[in-house]
């Protein structure tokens, strides 16, 4: 790894386990030479195993409901404690209720709704909204969330997700026109390959997205690792420019009609009829 993030720090939300995206930028960020606070809910830390994460990476770890202002202060006071200012936040954090309870995007129980983009997507307000608040932020700093090509385009199976996404969008733009203003602050978010997480693997007919996704990208789906390395593209000084956009990180997924090798499954299907 190039020591690209050399004297930076930063805040990693939401890693799990070894699956998770964030586990990964947080390895990749200590590897390009960055110190990094890490911080997940309260019961993921209970039962996750990111404490070893924490130990391996000589990472503090505070626990925070990112939905919760009240946590979300005292997270950004330690790491002010800690670093100062910090100069990169990754928001990598989503949860949906009804994805979860197997609710049809056309019968949603509302009061889950409300909690699909308080996590998914209002969070994300939320942290910007304190960092600005907290001036915890250093001129030129990066903020990045992930994100889905669901924001854009209809996905069955991702029901409500794919309006917390669209939101979650939405909020990179607009909060990132005022963090630049007064900050010089970039915010983006990046648009990633179905990828075999918890989260990821919670959404019905995962496995087969997966496959169809993989089909439809010339490159291939983008790994966990792969998206990693593009997160830390983004912390760094080499992306000062780029600000407000929604980055896909997918193979080419987000650009094709069809491919070959789809229009060859289809072919064998049709002919066995
Ligand atoms: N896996 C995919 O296919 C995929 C594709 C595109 C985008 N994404 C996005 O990537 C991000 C990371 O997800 P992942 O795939 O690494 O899965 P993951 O399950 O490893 O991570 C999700 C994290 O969200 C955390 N979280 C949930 N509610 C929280 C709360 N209230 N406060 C703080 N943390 C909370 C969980 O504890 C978990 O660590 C999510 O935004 C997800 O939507 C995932």
New binding site residues.
């Given amino acids: 790894m190039h020591p690209i993030l050399t004297g930076k720090k930063g805040i990693v ?5 070894e ?5 990964k930028v947080a390895e990749k960020a200590r590897a390009a030479g960055a110190e990094i606070l890490l ?3 309260p ?2 830390l209970r039962m ?1 195993p ?1 404490k070893s994460l924490a130990e391996k990476l000589n990472a503090e770890l505070v626990p ?5 202002l009240e ?1 979300i202060e005292k997270l950004y006071s330690v790491a002010k404690e800690r670093f100062g200012k910090v100069d990169f936040l990754l ?5 949906s209720p009804n994805v979860r309870k197997k609710r049809p995007y056309t019968d949603l129980n509302y009061t889950w709704l409300q909690q699909t983009y ?3 997507a209002v ?1 994300f307000h939320k942290m910007m909204q304190t960092a600005l608040k907290m001036d915890l932020m250093n001129e030129w700093g990066s903020i990045v ?5 669901a924001a854009q385009r209809a996905f069955a199976g991702y029901n409500d ?1 794919t309006d917390a ?1 669209a939101l ?1 969008e939405s909020i990179a733009r607009t909060f990132g026109q005022f963090f630049a203003k007064s900050h010089k602050v970039r915010v983006n978010t ?14 019905s007919g ?1 496995e087969a997205m ?1 496959n169809f996704a993989e089909a439809m990208s010339p490159l291939g789906n983008a790994t ?1 690792d792969e998206c990693a390395d593009f997160v830390i593209i983004l912390f760094s000084d080499y992306t000062r420019k780029v600000t407000m956009q929604n980055l896909f990180h997918d193979g080419g997924f987000s650009s094709v009609g069809v491919t070959e090798e789809v229009l060859k499954a289809f072919e064998s299907y049709n002919k066995q009829g």
Avoid: C, E, R
Wanted: glycine residues 8%; negative net charge.
């Fill in positions: 939300t939401g890693a799990l386990d699956n998770s995206i964030a586990w911080t997940n809910a019961v993921a996750g990111v925070a409901d990112l939905t919760n946590d928001h990598s954090i989503g949860m308080d996590v998914s969070s969330a992930l994100s889905y090509v997700m996404k979650l990046v648009s990633q390959s179905p990828t075999p997480t918890t989260a990821g693997t919670g959404v995962f997966f966990a």
